[in-house]
């Protein structure tokens, strides 16, 4: 079945320093997929979305690229803020079948040290 | 407008009871769709309800269920608490289902003993 696996966490960071979140997926055809932050206490944000090979996703100066060839969709963004501590959920929606609903990663906690 | 929102946020019971948990939409939303989410398993679909009735279904046991109103908000309820039940429950609702469109709540935190 479909599954996303995400790089294992805790991540711990300094701030203005590099952020790589690794994910992958096992799904046929060509899912959608997502990033989602959840910060302590609240539910999941939305924080972008690829459709389809090769687009990329940014928001808040997080970015990451739909690759089809390597069934990747890692996060970066290029200098992280305290801000940014949350847990970072890779998702996919199948392109057909279930397609409302989602498929989560486990989730990679980040904390920003100042 | 007001967001996504479920009720209570914290829950203790204890195992063998059931539980009843809330999800209210956004005004306008006809679908609520439910996620669990634990440590071990993290988030799983559970289901989702569009205009009252149950679309889809997660592979989740049969205490597991689930009804939505015609005012769109939705319950779950949960029987035979068992306590690998502890989770986090949350609610997405959107205006048809679709995931692009999932606006999500806080969570029910619920605690079973």
New interface residues.
Partial sequence: GDSVTQMEGPVTLSEEAFLTINCTYTATGYP?L?WYVQYP??????LL?ATKADDKGSNKGFEATYRKETTSFHLEKGSVQVSDSAVY?C?L?KESG??????????TQLTVLP | KAG?TQTPRYLIKTRGQQVTLSCSPISGHR?V?W?QQTPGQ????LF?YFSETQ??K?NFPGRFSGRQFSNSRSEMNVSTLELGDSALY?C?SSLD????G?T????TRLTVV
Wanted: proline letters at 0%.
């Fill in positions: 959608s997502f206490g609240e539910g999941l944000q939305l979305k959920f998702a929606r279930s397609a409302r609903q989602l498929t989560f990663g486990s989730g | 996504v679908s769709s996620y993290g988030l799983q679909f989702e679309r889809n997660g949350l997405a289902g679709q995931v692009y999932y999500f709540g806080s969570g």
